[in-house]
T-cell receptor
Framework: EAGVTQFPSHSVIEKGQTVTLRCDPI?????LYWYRRVMGKEIKFLLH????????ESGMPNNRFLAERTGGTYSTLKVQPAELEDSGVYFC????????????FGQGTRLTVV | AQSVAQPEDQVNVAEGNPLTVKCTYS??????LFWYVQYPNRGLQFLLK??????LVKGSYGFEAEFNKSQTSFHLKKPSALVSDSALYFC?????????????FGAGTRLFVKA
């Protein structure tokens, strides 16, 4: 069974540019999450999709971040325009229904804004 | 506010010795507790979880964790460390927090196991 896959694995962009991160969850997982880890700090929740609907987007930093999950399959996270403080590792995770179920994570996308 | 604390940035252990990676949490209600591990250039991997029942839970790679409700702790342990255990470990709490059901992570603890 394929795991959660994220593209690209690494992205270096200049301040002011746009970057789009993609996440393909495990097939059949309705729940999809985005998280971010800034260097040396904890992994912070960004948002949660249930199928194509945004269940909780309370962790999104500001309106430069836009997440979509058209059709309830893969998801994209766009940063436009990127700022230096957006640098970090962006993780995507998916899970089945159920409160006690663990999430399965992708390998992350390391974003560097210069 | 809900939070997860991993008080040690780094833990150093000699191979063959027991290891402990500490985690405490501050949440309301009865949360679900998890440990994840991240090896270099890999995503987070699930290690173990506590939902209910026996306070000592066993997980992958010989790891176990002890849930202590009175101390609100969920420390990760292994009786005999291996060099290959060197990685970044994250404690996480999952529950119906403000804004919805989600997982909150600690800052992570880097484990170095020396041969």
């Amino acid at each position: 069974e394929a795991g959660v896959t994220q593209f690209p694995s690494h992205s270096v962009i200049e301040k002011g540019q746009t970057v789009t991160l993609r996440c393909d969850p495990i097939s059949g997982h309705d729940n999809l999450y985005w998280y971010r880890r800034v260097m040396g700090k904890e992994i912070k929740f960004l948002l949660h999709f249930v199928k194509e609907s945004k269940q909780d987007e309370s962790g999104m930093p500001n309106n430069r971040f836009l997440a979509e999950r058209t059709g309830g399959t893969y998801s994209t996270l766009k940063v436009q325009p990127a700022e230096l403080e957006d640098s970090g590792v962006y993780f995507c995770a998916s899970s089945q229904d159920g409160e006690g179920t663990e999430a399965f994570f992708g390998q992350g996308t390391r974003l560097t804004v210069v | 506010a809900q939070s997860v604390a991993q008080p040690e940035d780094q833990v150093n252990v000699a191979e063959g010795n027991p290891l402990t990676v500490k985690c405490t949490y501050s949440v309301s209600g009865n949360p679900y507790l998890f440990w994840y591990v991240q090896y270099p250039n890999r995503g987070l991997q699930f290690l173990l979880k506590y939902i209910t029942g026996d306070n000592l839970v066993k997980g992958s790679y010989g790891f176990e964790a002890e849930f202590n409700k009175s101390q609100t702790s969920f420390h990760l342990k292994k009786p005999s460390a291996l060099v290959s255990d060197s990685a970044l470990y994250f404690c996480a709490v999952r529950g119906p927090f403000t804004g919805g059901f989600k997982t909150i992570f600690g800052a992570g603890t880097r484990l170095f196991v020396k041969a």
